[in-house]
């Protein structure tokens, strides 16, 4: 079963911003970003490519390939940033179409249809990325998810915050 809303098959140029930072008592910095996406491998997957700058590194790139979903809803993906993980592809899982609850356990652009929660875990750390898109807008939301009892990182509180968050409205022709 196809998401027609994340996994269409034709091309699609993005503009907008993207705001980052590295921890939560940090204020976001948005900066102007870029996007595109395409179903590929006749509708088994969907890329994202983006482009967006760091406050102090400069411009940074980054790729998503969503595959799926299955039937169940459940997603894989393949991501690589430029800042965020220069020397391996992370591998995450993670379902389509996210249900949303009021925990805050998903963000409201991650509901619905043309909706993509997927995740990681690393030493007990986690990473979620969330991607929303319908014909007039593209979200990607990035979270840090700090395990319970981390030593060394004075002030952050176990759980998600909210790393990046890009926001793109389609390049109309």
């Known amino acids: 079963m196809i998401d027609e ?3 269409t098959p034709s ?23 870029t996007a595109s996406t395409r179903g590929v491998a006749e509708g088994v997957a969907w890329t994202l490519d983006y482009v967006w700058l ?9 790729h998503l390939v969503v595959g ?5 809803g459940t997603v894989t993906a393949g ?9 391996e592809i ?15 356990e998903h ?23 969330e ?9 990607l939301r990035m979270y840090n998810v700090v395990p319970k009892g981390v030593e060394g990182v004075e002030g952050v509180d176990a759980g998600p915050y909210l790393v990046m968050d890009a926001a793109w409205e389609p390049v109309r022709a």
Do not use: N, Y
């Not at 991501?79 to 020397?87: A, G, I, L, P």
């Open 5 to 7: 809303a994340l996994f």
């Open 11 to 33: 091309t699609a140029t993005w503009s907008g911003t993207c705001a980052f930072r590295l921890l939560p008592d940090h204020e976001l910095s948005p900066a102007p970003a």
């Open 54 to 62: 760091h406050p102090e590194d400069g411009v940074q790139e980054g």
């Open 68 to 72: 799926g979903p299955r039937e169940d």
């Open 79 to 87: 991501w690589v940033d430029s800042w965020h993980q220069k020397d």
């Open 90 to 104: 992370a591998l995450l899982a993670g379902t389509s179409a996210c249900p949303g609850d009021r925990t805050g």
């Open 107 to 129: 963000s409201e652009a991650a509901t619905g249809a043309g909706a993509v929660q997927v995740a990681m875990g690393h030493s007990g750390w986690g990473w979620r990325i």
């Open 131 to 139: 991607v929303f898109r319908s014909d007039d807008a593209l979200r």
